[in-house]
T-cell receptor, first 113, second 114 residues
Framework: DTAVSQTPKYLVTQMGNDKSIKCEQN?????MYWYKQDSKKFLKIMFS???????INETVPNRFSPKSPDKAHLNLHINSLELGDSAVYFC????????????FGPGTRLTVT | AQSVTQLDSQVPVFEEAPVELRCNYS??????LFWYVQYPNQGLQLLLK??????LVESINGFEAEFNKSQTSFHLRKPSVHISDTAEYFC????????????FGAGTRLFVKA
């Protein structure tokens, strides 16, 4: 039973394309996150949703648009992909928005050529 | 602004030797502290956390960390490492100022050699 799953695991695409990454959690959590991990392993929060409502929106280009159709899903759509978007994107979830343990998905490695 | 500093990017150590991975944070408000571990090609997993109470916290696989408020540190230690402990370790701070946000350190790669 996978707690937090992401699809696809690998994504290779060309500059200028639009792509989506999907995330689902079966833990019954009410808060979900998107993180970006760069080539130096630095992990940075991008977005956070609580009960389908956006609560954290870091300084991310507006080419990135998250969508949460329900509490168990948080998708990330990226328009007009650029070389600098190449990274590993992690989805995570937690119960509540306070100081809570976060459960991470396996990551999606995005390579833009 | 809050920040998390992991002082060592890589720590090579021989099997069965002790290890300490250092973490310092900067924040003027209440903090909650975490260590996560990332094995190759996997997501992060919680190793241990400090929310309140005893300043020494332990994990089930022999790691421990001590919250030191005066030194703003949360160093991770293990008295005897195994090859299987080879991984990336991330220190994280959640700041409790209405709108909780978790900030991660840059990570420390622990490499255990036989």
């Amino acid at each position: 039973d996978t707690a937090v799953s992401q699809t696809p695991k690998y994504l290779v695409t060309q500059m200028g394309n639009d792509k989506s990454i999907k995330c689902e959690q079966n833990l019954g959590h009410d808060t979900m996150y998107w993180y970006k991990q760069d080539s130096k392993k630095f992990l940075k929060i991008m977005f956070s949703y609580n009960n389908k409502e956006l609560i954290i929106n870091e300084t991310v280009p507006n080419r990135f648009s998250p969508k949460s159709p329900d509490k168990a899903h948080l998708n990330l759509h990226i328009n007009s992909l650029e070389l600098g978007d190449s990274a590993v994107y992690f989805c995570a979830s937690s119960q509540g928005t306070g100081a809570r343990e976060q459960y991470f998905g396996p990551g999606t490695r995005l390579t833009v050529t | 602004a809050q920040s998390v500093t992991q002082l060592d990017s890589q720590v090579p150590v021989f099997e069965e030797a002790p290890v300490e991975l250092r973490c310092n944070y900067s924040s003027s408000v209440s903090v909650y502290l975490f260590w996560y571990v990332q094995y190759p090609n996997q997501g992060l997993q919680l190793l241990l956390k400090y929310l309140s109470g005893s300043t020494l916290v332990e994990s089930i696989n022999g790691f421990e960390a001590e919250f030191n408020k005066s030194q703003t540190s949360f160093h991770l230690r293990k008295p005897s490492v195994h090859i299987s402990d080879t991984a990336e370790y991330f220190c994280a701070v959640t700041v409790g100022t209405g709108g909780f946000k978790t900030i991660f350190g840059a990570g420390t790669r622990l490499f255990v050699k036989a």
